[in-house]
């Protein structure tokens, strides 16, 4: 490694401070490397910009609505119905970040140190070769470069660090992971796992596999059930690159953290045939400036490393770099979701909860699984989560005066609620492109989005509806319905693709250790890298294949070969 | 001007501008964005200290409204949890063009009403009149139907997430620390405030 460290000059270069850059900047300080971690928006501190962490519903502006100028100033991530004043500061201003919606995309992001770490979910499913030879086996897109047995030992790694709970379930659609103590689940949904278990062979209920601490883990506090996550955590009980990998990157002296950092282009050295480092807007002084690495890991969210290497030419790729097989930008997945079934349930009226659990229950994926279905490729998992209404429900009712206050104070009957979220096969007509005609307020070409839900979606959406009424009805549940809502691509926020991995440099544009094809030092570990998109929540396997190629990077480093 | 106020000595003031006051306020621009930061304080501060928004009587009458839906008993009601101000809040900076607009509307009809049944400003009708109009709002009439849901769901969101109503009627945990799916309802006693 350098001995004297020379201006702008660093062992490896991250792009990107998200899930998986996080990990990418803590894996390869770890590993020794002197490591300069690019982030485009600002810096946010673990705990002391979580500005509205504590705020009582009776200190937040309007019972936590936006004004209608602000929402006008988040015209596009309002359609993702998490922006509140309690967290409309994770998410960027849309004119400020203009994109073009060829066919409806709901892009929806933060530009901060941590990004969406601070904004997901929380779930964490593992793939098994359910999965990852899916596309191998129908003659869908590319065959997976590598299979469950190889990523397995980074699951295990990554589940030890940020801590997930979970229960094991024994299937082999969903591999268990080291968990954490699960959290409960509430009377009802007991119930329904009961009667599930009794009525279908091959359904499964069982709760969240989440990021969140059960017990105190590696210094991080554990869960305190006020399900507030998404204002960032003051305990740390959840996992984000600011409360877990950033500060590990941080204690280990290698890392400089440069925020307000835009990384326009990789530059790649046509004389030296390889590259080199990155170009640099600083967001506030718009000064451009060179940085130079031997290794680089673009972790700048699937969507930003596809502009980066679009926006990345040169002699040997005059495309885009890694751009031989002419599938750079396309590809492009996300989930379908918004669709499901509700019900009510008139049991367990002595029965409620107290705390506020982060994580709904989860139905692994059960169709095309043991038995095909001919109707489709594929499958579905489902969210779903029960609980007594609340008093929204005496909005709709006649009830006044004193007896209103009573009805108030009462829960309402216990309700369950299952959402689905269905695996999108990939597409090269779903695709991104750079437009130079329009360009953004760094003066950067305006990103163009192309992508539509196809047949296969289109055969598997009624059966996320019908299949979770039928499981409501079968667990003794009345006035079930189920709802079909419009879900365009990038409203489930598990974009993925537009540089697949694969095994063929002609058909793929990274290879199996997440190397840009053409250009080994440069690795693409984000949601870009996928080939196909499951239907479970993908953060977990960014974070794997991220800790995989860092480990890769180094011992490829150590052996001279990059 | 406390808004206390409103239904006693300034009701006087509110006859003689009577005709001015249903012109101006509650259809004029809506509030100024809101800070950047985080707000620190009650919603109801930011909407009080800007004169002249809704009117004296459309105050009255949204008063009015707010108590009968949710009165004063063993526990405070929306009156006291300054429910009127966050919905004036709500419709003056939250709510779009077209929805603020119906609001002001359903605010003004009602006192069109009080004028031509009885006479009167609404602040100055007697008490049973004033509750006989607002509780006609929530009667079987077509024409009021929509303004009467908006102003329940505004009357009844703004009081379960005031202090009093998440606290004193409902129950709120700002720190559980741990989570028990299954307890009886006895032992938890009142409905939570939030999820």
Same mark, same amino acid.
């Given at each position: ?17 998200g ?21 485009r ?33 988040k ?19 849309d ?11 709901d892009w ?6 941590g ?10 499913y593992?793939?098994s ?40 379930? #024994?299937l ?14 509430n ?6 796992? #009961? ?42 009980a !959840?996992? @984000? @690159? ?12 290698k890392m400089t ?8 282009e ?9 590259a ?16 130079f ?9 699937t969507? *930003?490393?596809?502009?980066?290497l ?8 005059p ?20 669709t ?8 367990f /009226? ?9 994580? @709904?229950?989860?139905?692994?994926r ?9 109707r ?5 998992? !489902? ?17 006044? *005066? ?25 597409s090269?007509?779903?695709?991104v ?11 950067l ?28 009805? /079968?667990? #003794? ?19 993925? *693709? ?14 199996a ?38 480990a890769?990077?180094?011992s ?7 | 001007? @406390? ?39 009650p ?26 839906l ?8 929306a ?8 919905i004036?809040g ?7 063009? /077209?929805d ?14 009080a004028?031509?049944?009885h ?26 139907r ?31 620390? /741990?989570?028990? #799916?299954c ?13």
């Amino acid at each position: 490694m350098d001995q004297k460290p020379k201006p702008n000059r660093y062992d490896a270069i991250v792009v990107g401070t998200g899930i998986s850059g996080g990990w990418a900047a803590k894996e390869l300080c770890e590993r020794g490397l002197s490591t300069l971690v690019l982030e485009r928006g600002r810096d946010v501190q673990h705990v002391v910009d979580y500005t509205t962490a504590h705020q009582a519903p009776w200190q937040l502006p309007h019972g936590d609505q936006l004004t209608a100028a602000e929402r006008k100033k988040k015209h596009v991530q309002i359609r993702s119905e998490i922006v509140e004043p309690s967290t409309q500061h994770w998410f960027v201003n849309d004119d400020e970040h203009p994109y073009i919606e060829e066919k409806p995309f709901d892009w929806i992001r933060g530009y901060h140190v941590g990004g969406r770490s601070l904004t997901w979910g929380r779930h964490c499913y593992r793939w098994s070769d359910l999965d990852f030879e899916a596309n191998a086996r129908e003659g869908i897109g590319v065959d997976w470069p590598i299979r469950y047995p190889e990523l397995a030992p980074w699951y295990d790694h990554v589940e030890a660090f940020i801590g997930v709970s979970g229960q094991a379930e #024994g299937l082999s659609q969903l591999p268990d992971g080291k968990f954490l103590p699960p959290m409960p689940l509430n009377c009802l949904e007991a119930h329904v796992a #009961g009667r599930m278990r009794e009525r279908f062979s091959d359904r499964r209920l069982t709760i969240g596999r989440c990021a969140h601490l059960t017990q105190a883990h590696l210094g991080r506090g554990q869960c305190m059930y006020r399900n507030l996550c998404m204002r960032g955590c003051p305990f740390g009980a !959840y996992f @984000s @690159s600011n409360a877990a990998t950033l500060p590990a990157a941080v204690v280990t002296g290698k890392m400089t953290l440069r925020p307000h950092s835009v990384v326009t282009e990789v530059l790649y050295d046509d004389r030296a045939g390889k590259a080199v480092g990155v170009r640099v807007v600083d967001a506030v002084t718009k000064k451009s400036e060179e940085f130079f690495a031997r290794v680089i890991f673009l972790n700048a969210s699937t969507l *930003g490393t596809a502009f980066i290497l679009l926006n990345s030419l040169s002699r040997r790729f005059p495309n885009g770099l890694g751009n031989d097989s002419g599938e750079l930008g396309h590809n492009l997945m996300d989930h379908q979701y918004m669709t499901g079934a509700f019900g009510t349930f008139a049991g367990f /009226a002595d029965r409620y909860y107290s705390g506020r659990r982060p994580t @709904s229950a989860y139905i692994p994926r059960f169709r095309n699984v043991k038995t095909k279905t001919s109707r489709y490729l594929r499958g579905f998992g !489902y969210q779903a989560g029960a609980s007594r209404e609340d008093w929204t429900r005496t909005i709709a009712e006649l009830t006044v *005066g004193a007896a209103l206050k009573q009805a108030l104070a009462e829960p309402g009957p216990w309700r369950m609620g299952m959402t689905a979220f269905g695996e999108c096969l990939p597409s090269h007509h779903n695709r991104v492109k750079l437009d130079r005609d329009r360009l953004d307020p760094f003066g950067l070409p305006q990103l163009s989005i192309s992508a539509a839900h196809g047949e296969n979606e289109r055969a598997m959406r009624s059966d996320m509806g019908d299949s979770a009424a039928e499981i409501l009805e /079968a667990a #003794g549940f009345s006035n079930v319905e189920t709802f079909d809502l419009p879900s365009p691509l990038g409203s489930c926020i598990h974009e993925m *693709g537009t540089a697949r991995m694969g095994r063929d440099p002609k058909t793929s544009v990274l290879n199996a250790h997440n190397q840009v094809h053409g250009a080994p030092n440069v690795f693409v570990t984000d949601g870009a890298c996928m080939t196909s998109s499951a239907c479970q929540n993908p953060s977990l396997t960014y974070m794997a294949l991220t800790a995989r190629a860092a480990a890769f990077a180094v011992s490829e480093l150590d052996k001279g070969q990059l | 001007m @406390s808004r206390r106020d409103a239904l006693g000595t300034s009701a006087r003031l509110v006859v003689g501008a009577a005709i001015e006051a249903t012109l101006a306020g509650c259809r004029s621009e809506p509030a100024p964005a809101a800070a950047s930061e985080p707000a620190t304080q009650p919603a109801a501060a930011a909407a009080t200290s800007e004169p002249g928004r809704f009117t004296p009587e459309q105050r009255a009458i949204l008063d009015g409204i707010v108590d009968f839906l949710i009165p004063e008993t063993t526990s405070p009601g929306a009156r006291q949890a300054e429910v009127p101000a966050f919905i004036e809040g709500v419709v003056l900076a939250v709510l779009d063009d /077209a929805d603020r607009r119906a609001f002001c509307d359903g605010l003004d009809a009602i006192a069109a009403s009080a004028r031509q049944k009885h006479g009167l400003p609404f602040a100055i009708c007697s008490p049973a009149v004033r509750l006989e109009l607002v509780r006609s709002l929530f009667g079987p009439e077509e024409a009021t139907r929509a303004f009467a849901r908006r102003v329940r769901e505004l009357t009844i969101s703004g009081f379960c997430k005031s202090r009093f109503g998440a606290t004193r009627v409902l129950q709120y945990d700002p720190i559980p620390g /741990a989570y028990d #799916g299954c307890r009886s309802l006895e032992s938890v006693g009142r409905a939570w405030a939030t999820s």
